[in-house]
């Protein structure tokens, strides 16, 4: 019921955003910060980069009415689900009633938070799948462990359950918002460009940076794609399909 | 319907009613708001708890905090929706939930500051080792080795002077001349920016806890569960009140019951006593349509026998104002009639109003108020009387009596005493066709001597002739 109304800055079919490094507003604007897959945001602790909503709800009722985002309004959706004959089939099956507010964001949360993407090797070795991950991928998990990444990405969604302040020691990005929601590395390789501002190309670039800007270290070539080849291994899959670049 | 039977639906409606106020369904909701209370401590505790285990580095992700707090802020829901009980809880969860706001705005703080605290400490140790590992004879180990050591009383007292401690050996270090290699050089680097960090994050982290802690939720939760309690009392004296009231009206609707019970069997005992007093009539005016006049009077003595215990008399008697109607008299043995009773009960018949049917009834003497009414009974040894009156031919009348002189009347109920007329005609017919009969004997008696002269005298007259 959803999907079939989802956003096309959140491609299911590729890594539940886009490739771009800021999408449009309906004006033709850009949107001041990089879009965030869609994929796992159920389990992150906040929505959005910054943290703004506390429940998917809440963010869907928000992005809905806001200019910049969906640029419309509960009467112009309800409408077009209403007149629909089959929309509205679903929604009496699965609420007793037409298509209201309530329902509506309700359905685009439960759809949302059936947007996950498991059984990435990480996962697999993490079960005991020895064989899941490459000496190099080991090594590069031990790096992100060793050089404190885990403290701010860490737990089921790694990332995704606290705020922190970028910049600690040196620029990492655009200086606003100085407060952001930690990301969530699952799927990570998949998602460039990086940062709040899209404004790191790969991966291996983001990762130096955010060493030299949160950690105060400066990292080797070798350490960069050991790194990179462990969030490599954070790729999952939606619907038995790995989750895949977007085009840019 | 007689107001106490129609007061047996509305006991009934009562009792529903009251059996349903005294149940108490809010006993389960003032549980459920208690239980939902302590649920909220705990889930404040166990918050408490895994933050400081956060600082102490022992846990190992935030989401079990990030769990917790959803989980408190679920905990303020259920409490808006079961210990609302009043107004001052209603203001009493406000104030808690401005607190968990505030709690859940430091704890995010503290999650923040102790990833860069956890990320500065495990630096810090690492560059102080790497330096230490160095030549310990150049110039710059005591520097390092002073700041650690500061540093190290840093984590455990976060005061104003272990800050400036911490800052002095930090200025000192910076201050020292360059190393020899890069590695070193970059060491010195690092620790200096994780060191100037963690003098800043410490006691800022620390400022969090101390502020955590003294947000006053213990207070406004006790203060919670004391509003949940007075109402939980009230609500269980109200349902006590209730169940007393409940009690009262099952009593009452029981003795409203026994009463009717016994209205009930009094009216089948009256029905039967009437029933059993016709039959006797009935029997009695059979033997007199059976009767010869000359067994009438027995019979007579036989009915008031009949009649008197039947319906419980100590004396029965009828008499006549014709003096050619023989008087009868009946009494139990060992009880006897006073002087002239009962040939003055004409004259007492008087004194008091009989019915339209000539029925005087006295059930207890005793219940007569003081006077001559009362002293005349009581003077013939009456204490409880029924008696009817019917006038016979001419100025005649008959009078049927029962007295009771070992207690009230039997003769209660008006069914009873709508009889009597009936028993006093059942005689008074039968004295009538016993003097008519005796009438119609004379006449015969008179017709045949009437004829046995017209007889004799014929043979004289042609005899005459």
Not at chain 1, 128 to 133: K, N, T, Y
Not at chain 1, 184 to 211: C, E, K, Q, W
Not at chain 2, 412 to 417: I, Y
Request: aromatic share 6%.
């Amino acid at each position: 019921m959803a999907r079939a109304h989802a956003h096309p800055c959140h491609d299911t079919r590729t890594n539940g955003a886009d490739g771009k490094r800021l999408d449009k507003s309906p004006d033709g604007s850009d949107l001041p910060l990089n879009t965030n897959t869609v994929f796992n945001a159920a389990l992150s602790f906040r929505i959005g980069w910054e943290g703004s909503f506390r429940t998917l709800e809440d963010q869907a009722e928000a992005s809905l009415q806001d200019p910049a985002f969906m640029a419309t309004s509960f009467d112009e959706v309800l409408g077009g689900l209403s007149a629909d004959a089959d929309t509205a089939r679903q929604f009496e099956a699965a609420y007793g009633h037409g298509p209201d507010r309530a329902s509506l964001l309700d359905a685009i949360a439960t759809y949302e938070r059936s947007l996950l993407t498991p059984g990435s090797r990480f996962d697999r070795w993490l079960d005991g799948d020895a064989e899941a991950l490459s000496a190099e991928e080991q090594s590069g998990y031990a790096l992100f462990k060793s050089l404190r990444c885990v403290s701010c990405h860490q737990g089921v969604n790694v990332g995704g359950n606290l705020f922190q302040r970028h910049g600690i020691f040196h620029p990492v990005a655009t200086a606003k918002p100085e407060i952001l929601r930690v990301p969530s590395l699952r799927n990570i390789a998949t998602t460039p460009p990086y940062f709040h501002d899209g404004s790191a190309p790969t991966l291996g670039d983001a990762v130096r940076r955010m060493a030299a800007g949160q950690l105060n270290q400066t990292l080797s070539d070798q350490q960069v794609a050991e790194i990179v080849a462990f969030l490599g291994t954070l790729t999952g899959t939606y619907q038995d399909h790995p989750v895949t670049a977007a085009a840019p | 319907m007689k107001p106490t039977t129609a007061a047996i639906p509305l006991l009934l409606l009562l009792l529903t009613w009251l059996a349903f106020r005294a149940a108490n369904e809010n006993a389960e909701l003032f549980d459920t708001a208690l239980a939902t209370v302590d649920h909220f401590a705990m889930q404040e505790s166990a918050l408490q708890g895994n933050v400081l285990s956060a600082r102490a580095g022992v846990l190992r992700n935030y989401d079990p905090l990030v769990r917790e707090a959803n989980a408190l802020d679920k905990s303020l829901s259920r409490l808006r929706e079961t210990a609302a009980v009043d107004a001052q809880a209603s203001a009493t969860i406000d104030r808690l939930t401005e607190s968990v706001g505030r709690e859940e705005a430091l704890i995010e703080r503290v999650k923040s500051d102790n990833a860069l605290l956890q990320n500065s400490l495990a630096y810090f140790g690492l560059f102080s080792a790497r330096l230490s590992a160095s030549d310990q004879t150049r110039p710059i180990a005591p520097a390092v080795g002073g700041l650690v050591s500061a540093m190290l009383n840093f984590t455990l007292d976060t005061s104003s002077d272990t800050a400036r401690e911490v800052e002095n050996r930090l200025d000192e270090l910076a201050r020292q001349p360059s190393l020899p290699t890069d590695a070193e050089a970059d060491a010195v680097r690092g620790l200096l920016a994780h060191g100037r960090l963690l003098h800043e994050i410490l006691p800022a982290t620390d400022n969090l806890l101390k502020a955590l802690h003294a947000i006053p939720q213990e207070q406004d939760r006790e203060a919670l569960r004391a509003a949940v309690l007075a109402q939980q009392n009230i609500s269980r004296t109200t349902a006590r009140w209730f169940r007393l009231a409940l009690y009262v009206t099952s009593l009452l609707l029981v003795a409203i019951l026994v009463r009717l019970g016994l209205r009930i069997r009094a009216q089948s005992m009256a029905l039967h006593r009437r029933a059993a007093f016709e039959h006797v009539i009935a029997g009695i005016s059979m033997r007199f349509v059976d009767a010869r006049p000359q067994d009438i009077n027995a019979v007579i003595e036989q009915a008031l026998v009949d009649m008197a215990e039947c319906v419980g008399a100590d004396r029965a008697y009828f008499i006549s104002s014709d003096p050619s109607v023989q008087s009868h008299h009946w009494h139990r043995k060992g009880i006897s009639f006073p002087p002239d009773w009962p040939d003055r009960a004409a004259k007492l018949t008087t004194r008091f109003s009989p019915s339209a049917e000539g029925v005087v009834h006295i059930p207890y003497v005793n219940w007569l108020p003081p006077g001559a009414h009362r002293d005349a009974c009581a003077a013939l040894g009456i204490q409880g009387w029924a008696c009817v009156s019917t006038p016979g031919m001419g100025d005649t009348h008959h009078i049927l009596g029962f007295d009771a002189v070992r207690g009230p009347c039997r003769i209660t109920r008006a069914g009873e005493l709508s009889l009597l007329p009936m028993a006093l005609d059942s005689i008074a017919n039968a004295v009538r066709r016993q003097i008519m009969e005796q009438e119609r004997a004379r006449l015969e008696t008179r017709l045949q001597h009437a004829r046995r002269m017209e007889t004799v005298g014929a043979p004289r007259q042609r005899y005459c002739a």
